[in-house]
């Protein structure tokens, strides 16, 4: 399994919840890694990347301010802490390797999928 992701779970709103993608290391060390999200009866949606190297950061605005995408370089790993949750945030999140080193914000520029991690905010 190339791409590994774990943390989510249910939270009230105004909560927070940290993501976690396990990635290979030929993956970690040379692609651009993000995360996705698609809402019941929704299209999946960009959320946040990362630069192969962790300089670059891009967000989705409805994200900015209140998420954080970061690389674990000690076990190869690329989180993504979620705070002040909000109801909209209710979503399967996907942890995505892009094709290039650089962020990315579309579905054309993944190369892989790791399997989704359920996040649920009540209000």
């Known amino acids: 399994v190339q791409l590994q992701a774990s943390g989510g779970g249910l939270v009230q709103a105004g909560g927070s919840l940290r993501l976690s993608c396990a990635a290979s290391g030929r993956i970690f060390n040379n692609n651009g890694m993000g995360w996705f999200r698609q809402g019941p009866g929704k299209e999946r949606e960009f959320v946040a990347s990362v630069s192969w190297n962790g300089h670059t950061t891009r967000y989705a605005e409805s994200v900015e301010g209140r998420f954080t995408i970061s690389r674990g370089y000690a076990d190869n790993t690329i989180s993504l802490q979620m705070n002040s949750l909000k109801p909209e945030d209710t979503a399967v999140y996907y942890c995505?390797?892009?094709?290039?080193?650089?962020?990315?914000?579309?579905?054309?520029?993944?190369?892989?999928w790791g399997q989704g991690t359920q996040v649920t905010v009540s209000s």
């Open positions: 995505a390797a892009a094709r290039g080193a650089s962020v990315f914000t579309t579905t054309t520029a993944v190369t892989r």
